[in-house]
């Protein structure tokens, strides 16, 4: 009898942390729907741009002979549409990562909690699909003859092939993005060094395994197309590239990454643990006139009641 207080204590603190974490994730989801909507418009542009690129219908085949050129293009079209998307009111909210292996890089680095990565891959998975879907419609003919930008291997690549070639190409590209946020004079920066390293990843890797480099961006059409052969190899591989990213970044390199986004604005708050995260946290406060013992609001100019 004399062990029930301490034990109804333990759970009601248990209770507490439950509510408190329930509570988060809930505040949470103005990113959680900026992130959804951010991978919607990267990957509608990933099948319409393999659409105008690729299809055999398509002008741009005959203007441009060379497959090869067409793959560096279409990579900087990707890396470009991210880009826009980091910088605008909706990258600044969720911080613009678009892709699963991303987020879970950024949670191996020590940025993001485990809600927050669960949050983030539900997102960019149903961003996934309707961005897919959308682009499927506007593209039309030229899209199905290219199966919505399905990623497949080349047909004389193995399948385990093609997971190391996307783990070697995500691991760059996550790397690459760890370490210009890690530096203050460079992290703004980062947007525009992502157009040009997606566009030599896809412009390499293009023809050789698909070079998805996102799990979310190869679920849309493999979710169109009901095709699921080959897309363990677009989960498997992408995200151990960006975990080895994270693990490699955190605890070989000097600096850490400064904030989880990829393009930081002291203006809006953020769900991340970088030192930049903390510094716009306690500004959001400040400007809003908000208590520092409650969340912040999304941005400066709003009062959040959470």
């Known amino acids: 009898m004399s062990d029930l207080p301490h034990q109804q204590s333990v759970s009601s603190k248990a209770g507490l942390r439950e509510e408190s974490w329930q509570r988060e994730f809930r505040s949470h989801v103005p990113e959680y729907s900026a992130e959804l909507a951010g991978t919607a418009f990267l990957v509608f542009c990933v099948v319409a741009a393999v659409a105008v690129m690729f299809a055999p219908a398509s002008a741009v085949v005959h203007w441009i002979d060379s497959e090869r050129l067409r793959l560096f293009v279409t990579g ?39 809600q927050d990565l669960i949050g983030y891959v539900i997102a960019q998975f149903a ?77 390499i890797d293009g023809n050789f395994s698909g070079a998805s480099l996102n799990p979310a961006r190869s679920f849309g059409p493999a979710w169109l197309e009901h095709n699921w052969h080959c897309f363990w190899v677009y989960v498997v591989g992408p995200c151990v590239g960006g975990f080895l990213a994270g693990i490699v970044h955190k605890f070989v390199m000097p600096r850490p990454a400064r904030t989880g986004k990829l393009f930081h604005d002291r203006h809006y708050r953020s769900i991340f643990s970088g030192r930049s995260d903390t510094m716009a946290n306690i500004h959001v406060r400040r400007q809003a006139g908000a208590p520092p013992n409650v969340r912040p609001p999304v941005h400066k100019s709003r009062i959040s009641s959470a």
């Not at 998307?85 to 993001?112: D, Q, W």
């Not at 093609?162 to 996550?174: D, K, M, P, Q, R």
């Not at 760890?178 to 530096?183: A, D, K, N, Q, V």
């Not at 157009?195 to 896809?202: D, E, K, Q, R, Y």
């Open 76 to 114: 900087s079209i990707l890396g470009g549409a991210g880009a826009l998307v980091a910088i605008t009111p909706l990258g600044r909210i969720s911080g613009a990562h678009l892709n699963p292996a991303v987020s879970i890089g950024f949670y191996c680095e020590g940025k993001m909690h485990l």
């Open 127 to 203: 961003g996934g699909a309707i961005g897919a879907w959308a682009g499927a419609t506007v593209s039309g003919a030229l899209g199905r003859s290219v199966k919505e930008a399905l990623t497949l291997p080349a047909e004389s690549v193995s399948n385990w092939s093609a997971a190391g070639a996307e783990a070697i190409s995500t691991f760059a590209l996550a790397f690459v993005i760890f370490e210009m946020l890690s530096i203050k004079r460079l992290m703004h920066w980062t947007p525009l060094v992502v157009v040009a390293v997606a566009s030599i990843l896809v412009g």
